[in-house]
């Protein structure tokens, strides 16, 4: 079993940036495939970056130029850098872990971009 836990989400401003940590309880050495959905008001939760195969980065359009995704296997966490935030990024952020054919979620972290 994986417990993860999100933490830096928040309100900024349009152009502003915040950086999204994903604590794993347990090791994420082994985990080859790790990433970040969000679910914002009223749309269907999609796929904002993601690891895979251990260390291929792969971004939805929407994001690329503006967001990193990294992991940090010696600390178990797992991090989304948000540059150049927009109201459309407004959204709950989900990190996920698939370790031993199995898929984990955190519990989600407001992130709130307005004026």
């Known amino acids: 079993q994986v417990q993860l836990v999100e933490s830096g989400g928040g309100s900024v401003q349009p152009g502003g940036s915040l950086r999204l940590s994903c604590a794993a309880s347990g090791s994420i050495v082994s985990s080859r495939n790790m990433g970040w959905y969000r679910r914002a008001p009223g749309k269907q939760r999609e796929l904002v970056a993601s690891?895979?195969?251990?260390?291929?980065?792969n971004y939805a359009d929407y994001v690329k130029g503006r967001f990193t995704i990294s992991r940090d296997n010696a600390k178990n966490m797992v991090y989304l850098q948000m540059n150049s935030l927009e109201p459309e990024d407004t959204a709950v952020y989900y990190c996920?872990?698939?370790?031993?054919?199995?898929?984990?979620w955190g519990q989600g972290a407001q992130v709130t971009v307005s004026s």
């Open positions: 690891i895979i195969r251990g260390t291929s980065t």
């Open positions: 996920y872990v698939d370790h031993d054919l199995l898929r984990f």
